[in-house]
């Protein structure tokens, strides 16, 4: 039954990581409903490792060729490193949101927000805000002339993607429409804007909670990693493929549905 839980958890993670349904939401209601334990915050993160891994790979090819492709056009050395510099920028809001909530509140989220009335009605709210995303005019940004106001503004609202139910590929794919980036890139750039974030969030968790890390087995955990790595390379080229041609219609009448279902259950 370990094993069992530990690849449901991977499975939940990885499809929901990249997708913008709320990969927190869904570990804790999606338990709930099958009568298996939350996994909480500090499993969640470290099962999130798995999501990095796949990010790594998938965009492997962008990640590992540097250098060769340095030597030969200087014009793209000039742009991955500014791309490097507006995914810096853009990931000190959340850092900081997220250092003082962990150092100052270290508990609000478990007994505060991540009730199931809460997260139904953060899905209601992120349905809403990515339906104006969706109703907004075709934009023109992408990752060769966004300036980095607009890298720091998707920043910021990553910031909020700490509340359970906001889901941080949502927010910040609805907010780069909204400021007119291009579906493609505006999905590329929240990807690669994960790699950070979701690996600072599963290290402080890691170190935070060490204690607990005693009570889980090592190799169901090991099976959860590496489920969790599988679901979340299928995401992420769904997610590319699907979003660039059917934007995000879908996933708020899912988010709707989602938020029902949950209020008909409390």
Not at 30 to 35: V, W
Not at 60 to 73: A, G, N, P
Not at 88 to 99: K, N, R, V
């Amino acid at each position: 039954m370990e094993y069992l839980e530990f690849i449901l958890y991977g499975l939940i993670q990885g499809l929901t990581e990249f997708i913008p349904v709320s990969s927190t939401a869904h570990l804790k209601v999606i338990s709930l409903f099958l009568g298996i334990d939350d996994p909480g915050p500090s499993l969640s993160a470290v099962i999130q490792l798995g999501s990095v891994l796949a990010l790594l790979w998938y965009f492997r090819d962008d990640i590992f060729k540097l250098r060769s492709q340095y030597s030969k056009k200087i014009f793209d050395y000039l742009l991955h490193e500014r791309l490097l510099r507006s995914i810096l920028i853009a990931t000190i809001p959340i850092i900081f949101l997220g250092g003082t909530v962990k150092l100052f509140v270290p508990n609000f989220f478990d007994k505060i927000l991540r009730s199931n009335l809460s997260i139904a009605l953060v899905s209601f709210i992120m349905a809403f805000f990515m339906y104006i995303a969706e109703s907004s005019k075709k934009g023109s940004l992408n990752l060769k002339n966004h300036n980095y106001s607009d890298s720091l503004l998707i920043g910021f609202s990553q910031a909020f993607a700490i509340f359970p139910g906001v889901s941080r590929s949502g927010v910040t794919i609805s907010t780069a429409l909204i400021s007119g980036w291009e579906r493609a890139d505006a999905a590329k750039f929240s990807f690669l804007l994960g790699m950070p974030a979701i690996s600072l969030a599963a290290i402080v968790e890691f170190i935070s909670s060490f204690k607990e890390f005693s009570l889980f087995n090592f190799f169901p955990l090991i099976v959860g990693l590496i489920t969790t790595f599988l679901s979340s390379l299928f995401a992420i080229d769904f997610l590319l493929k699907y979003f660039s041609s059917n934007g995000l219609k879908l996933f708020i009448i899912y988010r709707v549905v989602f938020g029902v279902l949950i209020l008909l259950n409390l």
